[in-house]
């Protein structure tokens, strides 16, 4: 199984670096000057590219491009999702670049981050360019017209609605005291996480031109999965800490996450408290005290093992799902089916 991962994300590699080149020299740099100049400044426009070439070189999980592809195959549509999974990841790494600048994060995927790497003016333009690059697959995308306009009227569906929860969780960080309920972190997650996922199972569904009914029912299950895997990350955050960042910066972003709204649920008196140790870490960074004084009361209240199982819950139900009810009862190709469901587990 895990050959045929490798097999699969090595051909989406190609195609991030082929839509990413290190010099923008390729054909939608030259149309775009189409008109104006003969020779367009290609090493003036590096600082455009190289960013978020950066960022996705690094690395990163590509679950969500991973997760397109599977379910195009599933359907019977074998490889015609490929070519648009920059859609996806692309856009998951421009809202890292902007996130990191509006959470004041110092550090990505080991690294510094692309704001501090590159300046805040330079990471906001590239990032911006990021979310609009990958549409160019769509001009040598071989489909109908017809479904090219779905495509890119889906794209900007959630593009759209992952701005609404980016939205709400900065209202939420620039105020210490501002606590969501679980219903509105919920909203937010679904919005920020759970619709790069839900986009990745609709634009892989696209490909293989699944109905309506289909596209609903696997966009619900990967939207769940997404939320899924946001709590997971948010107690990894608290735990063991995300691969290539600090342990505890959530707390030095002021993030409300579901282990700090569980925790002021069952104890709403300690709310002076957390906001104290937001407004500490926030000064001292993850070197203070307050980070680790808080993820231990966390810790020892039992919330973060409460969202644990939350976060684990939604994965397996939506691994149950693809193996049940979120495709017909005959599928086209079962051992896609089989590599979906185990990459929905992995995420868990």
């Known amino acids: 199984m895990e050959q045929e991962y490798t097999h699969r994300l090595e051909k989406i590699e190609a195609v991030l670096r082929d839509r990413l080149p290190e010099y923008p020299d390729s054909a939608w740099v030259r149309s775009t000057f189409d008109n104006l100049v003969s020779t367009p400044p290609m090493d003036l426009l590096r600082n455009l590219t190289e960013p978020g070439r950066e960022l996705v070189a690094r690395g990163g999980k590509r679950w969500r491009p991973l997760f397109m592809t599977l379910v195009c195959e599933t359907l019977g549509g074998g490889d015609r999702a490929l070519q648009l999974t920059p859609l996806v990841e692309f856009a998951h790494n421009a809202s890292l670049i902007h996130d990191d600048i509006e959470d004041g994060a110092e550090e990505r995927r080991g690294a510094p981050a692309i704001h501090i790497a590159h300046g805040v003016d330079v990471a906001i333009n590239s990032g911006c360019f990021l979310y609009f690059l990958p549409l160019v697959c769509l001009d040598s995308w071989q489909a109908s017209a017809e479904l090219k306009i779905r495509v890119y009227q889906t794209w900007g569906e959630h593009l759209r609605r992952i701005h609404m929860g980016q939205a709400m969780d900065i209202s939420w960080h620039r105020d210490f005291s501002s606590i969501p309920t679980e219903a ?90 957390v906001t104290r140790c937001f407004q500490a870490a926030r000064t001292g960074g993850t070197s203070s005290g307050a980070v680790e004084e808080l993820i231990a009361e966390l810790g020892s209240s039992g919330v973060i093992e409460d969202a644990r199982e939350r976060g684990a819950a939604l994965v397996r139900g939506a691994v149950a799902s693809i193996r049940g009810n979120a495709f017909p009862e005959r599928v086209a190709d079962e051992r896609a089916r089989s590599l979906l469901s185990g990459l929905a587990e992995m995420i868990g």
């Open 184 to 273: 509105q972190y919920d909203l937010m997650c679904r919005l920020k996480t759970g619709v790069l996922a839900r986009l990745s199972a609709i634009l892989g569904a696209l490909a293989a031109h699944a109905d309506e009914e289909q596209l609903l029912r696997i966009g619900r299950v990967a939207e769940d999965l997404g939320v899924g895997f946001q709590i997971m990350d948010d107690v990894k955050n608290l735990t063991t800490g995300n691969p290539g960042k600090k342990r505890g910066d959530d707390i030095v972003e002021g993030k409300k996450s579901l282990p700090i709204i569980l925790y002021l649920r069952g104890k709403p008196r300690r709310m002076e408290f």
